[in-house]
């Protein structure tokens, strides 16, 4: 069934280190792949998203990168800083699930990120 | 612009009670989404709308009902609450109609359930 998949469940790094968060998605179907950060207690927000027909896409110390042969997308965080630690979900569509054109989400069961001064 | 908001923040129920949470948008957001999360099981579907008057199931939809009378409500009830319930809810909106294509989704700030 509809699925998605999220490495590591928890991370922890250096600040000023590298983080990475892998997910992979069942459907080919699957359109848009957005990634949320929750921090304790508040609400989930979107820090980026991706489309089906790009391959890569930045925002200052943040990218996502996308394998549609693979089904599976990046979440790279460079330069990290304490205030990044939070849960990350990524999110893949699925069309055959309703919800429009671009379908509902499932979400990955989330990654937390631990940034150490 | 106050955005998604949630009603009520908490709320402690005993078995077998019901309740109805309310999800409020001023966005003009065409759908609206129930959502439950649970520790370690990310974020899981409950029902949908895509427009007033129209519901549908997503991925947990036993024993939650929804109604979408007005645009903007999204309303989710519990007929006959069970201990499995507890959960923090988010409710989230996209798709502002003849705006700019965006399928972001726009969350609440949640509501903690907890049932005894």
């Known amino acids: 069934g509809e699925n998605v998949e999220q490495h590591p469940s928890t991370l922890s790094v250096q600040e000023g280190d590298s983080a990475v968060i892998k997910c992979t998605y069942s459907?080919?179907?699957?359109?848009?792949f957005p990634w949320y950060k929750q921090e304790l207690g508040k609400r989930p927000q979107l820090i980026i998203d991706?489309?089906?027909?790009?391959g890569e896409k930045k925002d200052q110390r943040i990218a996502v990168t996308l394998n549609k042969t693979a089904k599976h997308f990046s979440l790279h965080i460079t330069e990290t800083q304490p205030e990044d630690s939070a849960v990350y979900f990524c999110?893949?569509?699925?069309?055959?699930?309703?919800?429009?054109?671009?379908?509902?989400?499932?979400f990955g069961k989330g990654t937390k990120l631990s940034v150490k001064p | 612009n106050a955005g998604v908001t949630q009603t009520p923040k908490f709320r402690v129920l005993k078995t077998g009670q019901s309740m109805t949470l309310l999800c409020a948008q001023d966005?003009?957001?065409?759908?609206m989404y129930w959502y439950r999360q649970d520790p370690g099981m990310g974020l899981r579907l409950i029902h949908y709308?895509?427009?007033?008057?129209?519901?549908a199931k997503g991925e947990v939809p036993d024993g939650y009902n929804v109604s979408r009378l007005k645009k903007q409500n999204f309303l989710l009830g519990l007929e006959s609450a069970a201990p499995s319930q507890t959960s923090v809810y988010f409710c989230?909106?996209?798709?502002?109609?003849?705006?700019?294509?965006?399928?972001?989704?726009?969350f609440g700030p949640g509501t903690r359930l907890t049932v005894t």
């Open positions: 999110a893949a569509s699925y069309p055959g699930l309703g919800g429009g054109s671009q379908g509902n989400l499932i």
């Open positions: 459907d080919s179907a699957s359109n848009y």
């Open positions: 991706i489309r089906s027909n790009v």
């Open positions: 966005m003009n957001h065409e759908y």
């Open positions: 709308s895509v427009g007033e008057g129209t519901t």
């Open positions: 989230a909106s996209n798709w502002a109609s003849g705006g700019a294509l965006t399928y972001e989704q726009y």
